[in-house]
């Protein structure tokens, strides 16, 4: 269900204001590399490699919602010590008979610098700060109401999961949100028009829902038009 776009401030609307690429991608700028590689992945612009992650995380999950975490932990280290003791064996075997000297299979990767700078380090918190520093904000703002109906729809939400949650567990909308991730923003990028179409529909309705209940319900704090 498609949000208004003055509800939310991490919520922007596509009507209007800038054009954008199949694909998301913004014509104003590719972004940051680490969103343009994301992009790329769910947008199965590399099948293999896509094809590969997708198919990675969902044994993963799939395993986690038949086991532990400890046990699927477990099995994945002993899988990863499996691979790599037999090759060392194999390579050390393969040696000896060929009398050769090349030493340890893996001294190229363990003669990298793997070692995380302070200043990486710091590079990292600052970035996560900057996220954690909105979140807190906007917990803030919603819990103590600065904007009535932000806090009346967060309570719908929350109300909603709570049939969600007798309904799936965790890891089950972690798949599903994996099979949607992965699906969607092709079906999007295909039948974009259709799809803007229709989602333009339903953010009018909502806006003018919440412009009578706004009007309608005292306190509550007018947007400015954008």
């Known amino acids: 269900m498609a949000e208004p776009a003055t509800q939310f401030p991490y ?7 800038g054009s954008s690429e199949p694909g998301g991608r913004d014509a104003k700028g590719a972004g940051s590399p680490q969103s ?3 992009r790329d992945l769910v947008f199965w612009r590399d099948v293999k ?13 799939l395993s986690l919602a038949a086991f532990s975490v400890i046990s699927v932990v477990s099995y994945l ?41 302070s200043e990486t380090f710091h590079n990292y918190m600052s970035a996560a700060m900057v996220h954690i520093n909105h ?10 109401v600065e904007d009535l109906v932000d806090s009346l729809k967060l309570a719908v939400v ?17 798949i599903l949100a994996e099979l949607l991730g992965f699906s969607m923003p092709v079906v999007y990028e295909k039948y974009k028009t259709q799809i803007d179409h229709y989602v333009g529909i339903g953010r009018d309705q909502i806006k003018t829902v919440v412009t009578k209940i706004q009007a309608k319900v005292p306190g ?5 038009p954008e």
């Open 36 to 38: 343009c590689a994301v």
């Open 11 to 17: 919520v922007s609307s596509s009507a209007g204001g």
């Open 49 to 61: 490699k896509t094809g590969l992650v997708f198919s990675t995380t969902l044994i993963l999950l």
């Open 135 to 144: 979140g807190l904000k906007l917990v803030t703002r919603l819990f103590l």
């Open 220 to 224: 509550v704090v007018k947007k400015k």
């Open 158 to 174: 929350m109300w909603l999961m709570t049939y969600v949650g007798a309904i799936f567990n965790g890891i089950t909308l972690l």
């Open 77 to 117: 280290i002993l899988a990863l010590l499996s691979v790599t003791i037999s090759f060392r064996v194999y390579k050390s075997v393969i040696q000896a008979v060929q009398k050769s000297e090349e030493g340890h299979p893996f001294k190229a990767y363990l003669d990298r610098d793997i070692t995380l700078s």
